[in-house]
C-alpha cells in the first residue's frame, strides 16, 4: 500500500493502516493497537472540599495533594455534558490521583448524576467514592451520559 498525504475530507470503504495523529472528530471505530497507554496532558489540582468545574473534569485528570479530608462534588449533568460535547451514549473516564495526598478524597456525584445499579448493588467496589492517600490512591471512574445533560456514575478501578 503507498502511502499518500491528503488535505480534507478522506473516507476508505477498506480502512486506514498507520497512527491518528492531531485532532481526530467523529466516529473512530475498529481496533486500537499500539501501547494501549492513555496520556493527560492537562491535569486539575482539587486540594480542598469543592465542586469541581465542568472544565476541571474535562481533563479527565484530577490530582489532591491535601493533608484534610477532601470531598470533591462533580459539576451537574447539564455543564458536564456541555463541557464534553456529550449526548446519550458518551462514555468518559475521570481518574482522581490521590497519591500526593494524606487523607482521604470523597466524590460526590451532583444533580443530574446518579449512581449506576452496579455502585448502588456493590458499594464496595463499583460505588467506592473514597480514594485512599499514598501509594494506593488512584482510581478510575466511568461517566456515561444517557442524555446531554445526565449521567451514571460508576468507579471502574
Known amino acids: 500500500m503507498a502511502s499518500t498525504t491528503f488535505s480534507g475530507p478522506v473516507t476508505s470503504t477498506n480502512g486506514f ?20 497507554r492513555i496520556t493527560h496532558a492537562t491535569t486539575s489540582a482539587i486540594n480542598a472540599t469543592a465542586t469541581a468545574t465542568a472544565a476541571e473534569v474535562a481533563t ?12 470533591i462534588t462533580l459539576p451537574t449533568g447539564t455543564l458536564l455534558g456541555a463541557a464534553l460535547s ?9 481518574y482522581i ?6 487523607n ?22 463499583f460505588g467506592d467514592l473514597t480514594v485512599a492517600s499514598g501509594a494506593t490512591g488512584l482510581a478510575r471512574f466511568t461517566l456515561m451520559f444517557s442524555s446531554a445533560t445526565a449521567y451514571v456514575f460508576t468507579r471502574t478501578a
Open 17 to 36: 493502516i498507520g497512527a491518528l495523529t492531531g485532532n481526530v472528530t467523529g466516529n473512530v471505530t475498529g481496533d486500537m493497537a499500539g501501547t494501549g
Open 60 to 71: 479527565g485528570y484530577i490530582t489532591s495533594t491535601s493533608a484534610a479530608a477532601t470531598v
Open 86 to 94: 456529550a449526548a446519550k451514549g458518551t462514555i468518559f473516564d475521570l
Open 97 to 102: 490521583d490521590n497519591t500526593g495526598g494524606a
Open 104 to 125: 482521604t478524597v470523597t466524590i460526590a456525584v451532583a444533580t443530574n448524576g446518579i449512581l449506576s445499579t452496579a455502585a448502588a448493588d456493590t458499594a464496595g467496589s
